[in-house]
């Protein structure tokens, strides 16, 4: 009996050992299943694609409308697989725009700063865009989110995500928003002057001169630069045209409209070709796989608008390639607005720092902290130029002076030598 009572206790033992084994297996496999899951929403939401717009009126431009021949490309070669935050639900709206950390609005508010939306500034596919006054004072611009617009919901989220913890003083600045009485707004620093695209474009506006181009061209390149390398994780703008490029008060420019931008994320997967034609990197179109270097090929169109004032869909590049053939053929297509203004050898380095960021490997072109330094050295070296110049100036007027004085005290001591 006392060998089958231990024979009792010890199976009694292992099944309770084996239970408890089983058990703690169970809940391992599943805790190791949840935190993979996690793990893969956190990836697919960070990568998640976002839908592109589907005409071609400036979707960003807080203050004017974008060129009018602009159309848009929309070509998904690969199905883009949903992210739980990528449809516009209670839950989302509201730990997105919770956790922006913005100033949140009421929609009487709005209608109060913009005096009932009658002070309208422009229209883009994301909706109309207002002219405000604050009640503190500020002059913003409110950018309204139209009732049918799918796409502008996404592109909300996208920019109030991002440019809550995105600030430089090369990008838009994203001031507040609205989501109430079914409304949502964007408010935006008011950029006074408008696009780069209307002062290239529209003839009513105040030609550029080399002096302004060269500044806005350094001001975009510092605005990419910290998308690209200030900050955490990097940001891949994803939709960079003169039209998205606003001036202020004084010229200066910023970067906008980032309801297209990503953060870069290393997961080789394939998304959505999106962008606006005549700025879009060829090797994405080939790839469907967007990387920094494509907003490299996106600023060196730009670069060539800015020398050129040709518009990407009035055949630039063509234009580019004939001038290629020759050192100094870019002179050939150059702004009329610059002839005579504008030194040719400071057109042609820019030209040759547009070409590298065109260059058809994507691994050649270089990074925006190289273009961002050489476009300094430009501008410095002209700088430079002109001081010198002016030196140059200022010596012989302060030469002509002395000569005047001597030829004075000559004429005093001739008339006194009479006089005696």
């Excluded at 001001?219 to 990419?224: A, E, Q």
Aim: aromatic share 8%.
């Amino acid at each position: 009996m006392h060998k089958a009572d231990l024979v009792i206790i010890g199976v009694c033992v292992g099944v309770a050992v084996g239970i408890f084994l089983a058990s703690l297996a169970f809940f391992g496999i599943r805790w190791y299943k949840r935190r993979a899951h996690l793990r893969k929403c956190a990836i697919d939401h960070g990568a998640s694609t976002l839908p592109i717009r589907e005409n071609g009126v400036d979707t960003s431009n807080i203050l004017s409308e974008s060129f009018p021949n602009s159309v848009t490309v929309k070509v998904l070669t690969y199905p883009a697989k949903s992210s739980p935050r990528s449809k516009w639900n209670k839950n989302s709206k509201e730990d997105i725009v919770s956790a922006s950390g913005l100033p949140r609005y009421s929609y009487k508010d709005i209608q109060k700063a913009t005096r009932n939306f009658t002070t309208i500034l422009g229209q883009g596919s994301f909706g109309p865009v207002y002219k405000a006054i604050m009640p503190a004072g500020e002059v913003v611009a409110v950018k309204a989110l139209a009732s049918d617009s799918k796409q502008g919901e996404i592109e909300f989220q996208t920019e109030v995500s991002l440019l809550g913890r995105l600030h430089h003083r090369n990008l838009v600045n994203l001031v507040g928003y609205c989501v109430d009485k079914g409304q949502r707004m964007l408010i935006y620093e008011y950029m006074s002057n408008g696009s780069l695209a209307t002062f290239l474009y529209n003839e009513e506006k105040h030609a550029l001169n080399w002096q302004e181009r060269l500044q806005i061209a350094l001001d975009i390149s510092h605005g990419i630069e910290y998308l690209h390398d200030g900050a955490v994780p990097p940001v891949i703008h994803r939709d960079l045209k003169s039209a998205n490029i606003l001036l202020d008060h004084l010229m200066r420019a910023k970067v906008a409209d980032f309801g297209l931008s990503k953060e870069e994320v290393y997961d080789g997967r394939n998304s959505g070709l999106k962008g606006t034609y005549g700025y879009i990197d060829p090797v994405y179109i080939s790839t469907n796989k967007f990387t920094m270097k494509s907003d490299i090929y996106s600023f060196g169109i730009i670069l060539f608008e800015l020398i050129t004032a040709i518009h990407p869909q009035q055949n630039l590049i063509e234009y580019v390639n004939l001038a290629a053939m020759s050192s100094d053929g870019i002179d050939e297509i150059l702004d009329k607005e610059l002839v005579g203004e504008c030194d040719p050898e400071d057109a042609r380095s820019l030209a040759r720092i547009a070409h590298r960021c065109l260059h058809k490997t994507p691994r050649k072109r270089p990074s925006i902290g190289e273009v961002s330094q050489a476009i300094a050295k430009l501008r410095q070296r002209r700088l430079v130029r002109e001081d010198s110049t002016m030196s140059f100036a200022a010596e012989e007027f302060s030469g002509v002076v002395g000569c005047i004085e001597l030829q004075q005290n000559q004429l005093k001591k001739m008339t006194s030598i009479a006089e005696s």
